[in-house]
């Protein structure tokens, strides 16, 4: 059975703190992805990796990092937390080159910054 | 801009049917995407339409008119589990995924 985990379900964190989410996926995927996912809004990509050691920035980049070191690892940091940046976080991954594959999600952290 | 438009909330019958509309306006077009995200869980995939027509998978089939910019889930015989976001996502010219807000589904008795 498939599977993307993240390490927290829920965190709480202070405005100012370095903020790290992890995403794990055992499918041996090639590409992953960050989300976060604000009411009334679509999907937003954060950052994507298509391989180890490559990142590529999505549609709202700022504020955050990436790192890739392992190919089932894929981190996300937020380097210093804002209450703009309170949100629910999804990673997901997906197989080989084809960005048409589908997506396999995490469940998710959410995310309070005070 | 590119813009995906979805019905923000709809309501059915236990054992009825539903469709759920999506019209998008984007900058190229590499296919369109169904997932369903039940309340606190993980998004996940329904569906992948690239050529028009209507694809049935089950009590789910997705409909595709890439001229009208417009997809519909259809959902037959509703069930309670099927209570939950439903979301339209259009791969754009650069193989980018633009998403539609969801549209909640509300089943009732």
């Known amino acids: 059975d498939v599977k993307v985990t993240q390490s927290s379900r829920y965190l709480v964190k202070r405005t100012g703190e370095k903020v790290f989410l992890e995403c794990v996926q055992d499918m041996d995927h090639e590409n992953m992805f960050w989300y976060r996912q604000d009411p009334g809004l679509g999907l937003r990509l954060i950052y994507f990796s298509y391989d180890v050691k490559m990142k590529e920035k999505g549609d709202i980049p700022e504020g955050y990092s990436v790192s890739r070191e392992k190919k089932e690892r894929f981190s996300l940091i937020l380097e210093s937390a804002s209450t703009n940046q309170t949100s629910m976080y999804l990673c997901?991954?997906?197989?080989?080159?084809?960005?048409?594959?589908?997506?396999?999600f995490g469940p998710g952290t959410r995310l309070t910054v005070l | 801009g590119q813009n995906i438009d979805q019905p923000t909330e709809m309501t059915a019958t236990e054992g009825a049917i539903v469709q759920i509309n999506c019209t998008y306006q984007t900058s190229g077009f590499n296919g369109l995407f169904w997932y369903q995200q039940h309340a606190g869980e993980a998004p996940t995939f329904l569906s992948y339409n690239v050529l028009d027509g209507l694809e049935e998978k089950g009590r789910f089939s997705s409909f595709l008119s890439r001229s009208k910019g417009y997809s519909y889930l259809l959902l037959k015989e509703l069930q309670m589990k099927d209570s939950a976001s439903y979301l339209c996502a259009v791969l754009d010219s650069n193989y980018q995924l633009i998403w539609g807000a969801g549209t909640k589904l509300i089943i009732k008795p």
């Open positions: 997901a991954s997906s197989q080989g080159a084809e960005l048409y594959n589908e997506q396999f």
